[in-house]
T-cell receptor
């Protein structure tokens, strides 16, 4: 069945450093790839997404890259801040379908 | 707009009891879904709906029922609670396939 693998499960960085989270997906028909951030005790919220017709998308300190051939996409956070500490989920879905498959999550710690 | 709302926030059940988790949205979204979140396993899709009167199974549907009689409401029923259903449950809605999902605040369910 469809699967999304996410690595690492835990990531600790120093404030100001960059953080990279990687995901691979199994369904080659997937064409929508959102990233959600979940702060402790809160609901997941979308921070950035990318569609398969685009290789890279950037929003201030956050960027996402997509390699459709390798079925691989990544989240890049630059100049990390303590408020970036949270759990980040990648996901994959088809615009022609509805099921969204989530990765297991990455817990990011940003040390001040 | 209240967005996506869920009740109750916390619930403790005994094995074998039944209950309904409520979910409502006021954004006129056609697509709604239920996820469960367990440590280290991300968000797993239980059931989803693409409009009033239309529902389908997700990854982990066993032990749960849903119905969608109106666009606004999408309740999740636990038929006979089991300890394995101890989890945090999130309801989500989106305007269309392959679009951002808006999550409710979650229901933390414990089955003893």
């Amino acid at each position: 069945g469809e699967n999304v693998e996410q690595h690492p499960s835990t990531l600790s960085v120093q404030e100001g450093d960059s953080a990279v989270i990687k995901c691979t997906y199994s369904d080659s028909a997937s064409n929508y790839f959102p990233w959600y951030k979940q702060e402790l005790g809160k609901r997941p919220q979308l921070i950035i997404d990318i569609r398969s017709n685009v290789g890279e998308k950037k929003d201030q300190r956050i960027a996402v890259t997509l390699n459709k051939t390798a079925k691989h996409f990544s989240l890049h956070i630059t100049e990390t801040q303590p408020e970036d500490s949270a759990v980040y989920f990648c996901a994959a879905s088809r615009t022609g379908g509805f099921k969204t498959i989530f990765g297991a999550g990455t817990r990011l710690f940003v040390k001040a | 707009n209240a967005g996506v709302t869920q009740t109750p926030k916390f619930q403790v059940l005994k094995t074998g009891q039944s209950m309904t988790l409520q979910c409502a949205q006021d954004m006129n979204h056609e697509y709604m879904s239920w996820y469960r979140q367990d440590p280290g396993m991300g968000l797993r899709l239980i059931h989803y709906s693409v409009g009033a009167g239309i529902t389908d199974q997700g990854e982990v549907p066993n032990g749960y029922n849903v119905s969608r009689s109106t666009t606004e409401d999408f309740p999740l029923r636990l038929l006979s609670a089991a300890p394995s259903q101890t989890s945090v449950y999130f309801c989500a809605s989106s305007a269309d396939r392959g679009r951002e999902q808006y999550f409710g605040p979650g229901t933390r369910l414990t089955v003893t």
